[in-house]
């Protein structure tokens, strides 16, 4: 009987998403904040984890504002969404400072290991530059420094359009077919396979019942990327040996057929 053989493909870059991904941001930094700015604005809405949990399948922070109020009845002018937005940016970058936002299990190990192998990190997000820049000022003595930053100011159409990947990898110069972006949500998972990348996909815990029927197209669903004590669960794609995802996994992935 022949061996069968599985050739490794060498990874050119990784890109990472940030809320949910690289670190909690959701319902301990971005929440909180929102419902700080409501209260300030006098609007009439507090979003409490399970109305939150629901609104994260609406992309974008400002986006969910407005959708939210229409849902109320409540028509926002562009004045009062401008001002939730500022209003709103400061508080998050309050609670990022005093420590509010930690990373998900497994992400600076990860990190690290990919930066010693000299793999390109790069940031590909939603968000705001400011919000970001916050949480990497936050963090920056605890991990290693990513190779560039792709955030909502930089591109027209936020994900699940794929251009901030698109454009990461123009300014990347890595090649497409031997990177992978790390999502948490369905709109990430979209915006990275519309750009022809394979996607590792590790779901928040309040978004994992949500991408049920959408993680069929990434290459693998964990519930983290695992430490040594807290191996992390496979939901779907290869075995991840010891449960803590590493440079040869993420290589094991590009080499999955028929992703």
């Known amino acids: 009987m022949p061996l069968l053989v599985i050739k490794l493909n060498r990874l050119s870059a990784v890109f990472w998403d940030v809320d949910g991904t690289l670190a909690d941001t959701e319902m301990d930094g971005h929440r909180p904040a929102f419902n700080k700015t409501f209260e300030e604005l006098n ?23 407005k959708v939210h109020a229409e849902d109320r009845g409540v028509m926002l002018s562009q004045d009062q969404l401008d001002q939730v937005r500022d209003r709103k940016r400061l508080h998050y970058l309050e609670r990022v400072r005093q420590g509010h936002v930690k990373l998900r299990p497994g992400v600076r190990r990860l990190l690290e290991e990919l930066n010693f192998a000299g793999v390109q990190q790069w940031i590909v997000t939603s968000s705001g530059s400011a919000s970001v820049m916050a949480l990497l000022e936050q963090i920056q003595n605890d991990i290693p420094h990513f190779d560039g930053v792709v955030t909502s100011d930089d591109v027209s159409a936020g994900k699940p359009a794929p251009d901030g990947y698109l ?4 300014r990347s110069g890595a090649d497409g077919a ?8 369905a709109a990430g998972l979209s915006a990275a396979t519309a750009a022809g990348l394979c996607c590792l996909l590790t779901p928040s815990p309040w978004d994992a019942s949500a991408l049920r029927d959408a993680s069929k197209n990434a290459a693998a669903v964990l519930d983290h990327l695992g430490e040594p004590g807290e191996p992390a669960t496979v939901r ?11 440079l040869k996994y993420l290589q094991t992935l590009l080499s999955v057929p028929d992703r």
Do not use: K, M
Not at 167 to 170: G, H, P, T
Not at 178 to 185: F, G, I, K, T
Not at 236 to 246: A, E, H
């Open 167 to 170: 454009l990461a990898l123009r």
């Open 43 to 65: 609007l009439p809405f507090h979003w409490d984890e399970q109305l939150y949990n629901t609104l994260l399948a609406i992309p974008g922070g400002l986006r969910r504002v």
């Open 178 to 185: 031997a990177s992978l972006a790390v999502e948490d949500s």
């Open 236 to 246: 779907s794609g290869p075995t991840c040996q010891d449960g803590t995802v590493t």
